[in-house]
């Protein structure tokens, strides 16, 4: 009886790894191309990765704009502060599911925490929110 409670606690445990493990890599496959993207400071590029309507957040001034306006607005972001670097530090979701990410992107002197939210649409995620705010 006893080993029979092992084995079933046993179980249990390698399936919670297995759904944890499952989990990261799913979020590995939202955000790994859209941390791609930004590392390479291509607003074209950006926007295939944009909803309909994006809500940014840049410095401060904050806008909804469309996805055609904010390929302009990154464009214009990314040619005043060309990154050096962009690294994913976080990635959740919230208890509703709805899947996000903090980053740190880098231009010569300056820092920005990064705060993206996706949204699933049509099997596709999405940026529906971000945040570039100066450290």
Do not use: W
């Amino acid at each position: 009886m006893k080993y029979r409670r092992v084995k079933i606690v046993g179980m249990v445990v390698v399936l919670a790894f297995c759904v944890a493990l499952q989990h990261s890599y799913a979020q590995d496959a939202i955000f790994d191309p859209i941390r791609d993207v930004i590392k390479t400071g291509s607003a074209k590029e950006m926007s295939k990765h944009l909803n309909q309507n994006v809500e940014i957040n840049i410095e401060g001034n904050v806008n909804t704009y469309s996805k055609a306006q904010a390929e302009f607005v990154f464009r214009d972001f990314f040619k005043k502060h060309p990154a050096t670097s962009f690294t994913i530090v976080h990635k959740g979701a919230s208890k509703g599911g709805q899947q996000f990410a903090i980053g740190r992107y880098v231009s010569n002197n300056d820092s920005y925490n990064v705060l993206m939210l996706v949204k699933e649409i049509s099997a596709t995620y999405l940026i529906h929110e971000i945040s570039f705010v100066k450290e």
